[in-house]
């Protein structure tokens, strides 16, 4: 055990030399924590709360941090990078994978609230497991004209809210918590089986809607509400479309 006080910055590093690459583990308060990790293709970047330490570690096993929040309300913000990622957060595995361009955080379930996914610059593709754990996918500024993909796995039921903003909204997936997004441009939805059996439900905002289904193939739909992104739905055996409007509400089938 090592003790310290007054420190603003910890470098945590590993000899690098398989097997004996050491795993990296850290453990927050008991309190409520904000614990963001930033990984890199050699390490990465800790720090709970927004005070000191900052922590930079590297040449850790599988270049993977294992983060135990304890106790109380806490939320896990990761951050990837400013280059074209393709990231993996998956919620009943306990694992937010960054890509090729970063890292591996791996959380103790049970010690996570709330997970928040920052994908920053570049054209991005975010793969999304939902679980016990509600996530937030913040895509970032785009670079160029495709923009952030994210795609979200579901088994059996989806029910899609619209946000405030045409490129934010959310999923309900399985009766499992929320998967919301921002700054998303294209979104997919899939069941993880094929062909597939997917009850989905598609619901209006509070105002005026244009609800527009568009049939792609057998079992899959697009479906855009206003002028937000043409979700598309693969593996789906039945569709609702709920206008929850009081005023007009024009459902346009194609």
């Given at each position: 055990?090592i003790?310290y006080?007054?420190?603003?910055t910890?470098?945590?590093?590993g ?9 990296f ?7 409520n ?14 720090q ?14 599988s270049?993977a ?5 304890a ?37 103790m379930?049970g ?10 610059q ?8 939902s679980?016990t ?7 970032g500024d ?12 579901a ?8 946000g405030?903003?045409?490129d934010?909204?959310?999923?309900t ?10 700054k998303i441009?294209?979104?997919?939805v ?10 989905v ?23 855009a509400v ?9 593996g ?5 479309l ?13």
């Amino acid at each position: 055990t090592i003790s310290y006080n007054g420190l603003e910055t910890i470098n945590a590093a590993g000899n690098g030399t398989s097997p004996a690459t050491p795993s990296f583990t850290v453990i927050a308060t008991g309190g409520n924590d904000t614990f963001v990790v930033t990984p890199t293709t050699t390490g990465g970047t800790l720090q709970n709360n927004g005070i000191s330490p900052v922590v930079n570690y590297s040449s850790v096993l599988s270049n993977a941090v294992n983060v135990n929040l304890a106790g109380g309300l806490d939320t896990l913000i990761v951050n990837a990078t400013s280059g074209n990622d393709t990231a993996t957060v998956d919620v009943p595995s306990g694992l937010v994978n960054t890509g090729a361009n970063g890292g591996v955080v791996n959380f103790m379930s049970g010690s996570v609230e709330a997970l928040t996914f920052n994908a920053l610059q570049g054209n991005d593709s975010i793969t999304v497991v939902s679980g016990t754990v509600p996530v937030f996918v913040d895509g970032g500024d785009p670079i160029g004209p495709s923009g952030d993909l994210l795609a979200v796995l579901a088994d059996n039921s989806v029910l899609f809210l619209p946000g405030p903003e045409s490129d934010e909204g959310g999923f309900t997936l399985d009766g499992s918590e929320r998967v919301s997004f921002d700054k998303i441009e294209s979104v997919s939805v899939s069941d993880t089986d094929t062909p597939g059996n997917l009850s989905v439900m598609v619901c209006g905002t509070n105002g005026a809607d244009t609800i527009t289904m568009v049939g792609r193939a057998a079992n899959a739909v697009t479906v855009a509400v206003n002028a937000g992104p043409a979700i598309v739905y693969q593996g789906i055996t039945a569709l609702a479309l709920e206008g929850k409007a009081v005023g007009i509400v024009a459902i346009i089938v194609d």
